[in-house]
């Protein structure tokens, strides 16, 4: 049974910093790409970042609105994937998600819809 739990959320400050963090289980970790997305109240789910599996060379992937300010890594010895969020602005204020799937194709990394496996999402808040 495959499990994805995202940890690390909680409330920070404008221009503060949060690292969230997903722990995976019952999959061939390396072999998967492990996501992030987030939705806010009465907003569509975006795209935030991604990070490729081991055979794709574990490239990284960003939103344009989170470039340069959060950064993806990847840990295959404890399966999981943290997403560490600098410079934070109010408009970050979401539910964040992780999400897996193993064989996507390039053009399909962006879109929530391809991946097979989500966690329960982590809140995160950014407010004065």
């Known amino acids: 049974q495959v499990q994805l739990v995202e940890s690390g959320g909680g409330t920070v400050t404008p221009g503060g910093s949060l690292r969230l963090s997903c722990a995976t289980s019952?999959?061939?970790?390396?072999?998967?790409?492990v996501g992030w997305f987030r939705q806010a109240p009465g907003k569509e789910r975006e795209f935030v970042a991604t990070?490729?599996?081991?055979?794709?060379?574990?490239?990284?992937y960003y939103a344009d609105s989170v470039k340069g300010r959060f950064t993806i890594s990847r840990d295959n010895a404890k399966k999981t994937v943290d997403l560490e969020m600098n410079g934070m602005k109010p408009e970050d204020t979401a539910v964040y998600y992780c999400?897996?799937?193993?064989?996507?194709?390039?053009?399909?990394?962006?879109?929530?819809?391809?991946?097979?496996?989500w966690g329960q999402g982590t809140q995160v808040t950014v407010s004065s």
């Open positions: 999400a897996a799937d193993r064989g996507l194709i390039l053009s399909s990394i962006y879109n929530g819809d391809h991946y097979d496996y």
């Open positions: 019952g999959l061939t970790f390396s072999d998967y790409t």
């Open positions: 990070i490729r599996s081991r055979s794709s060379g574990s490239r990284t």
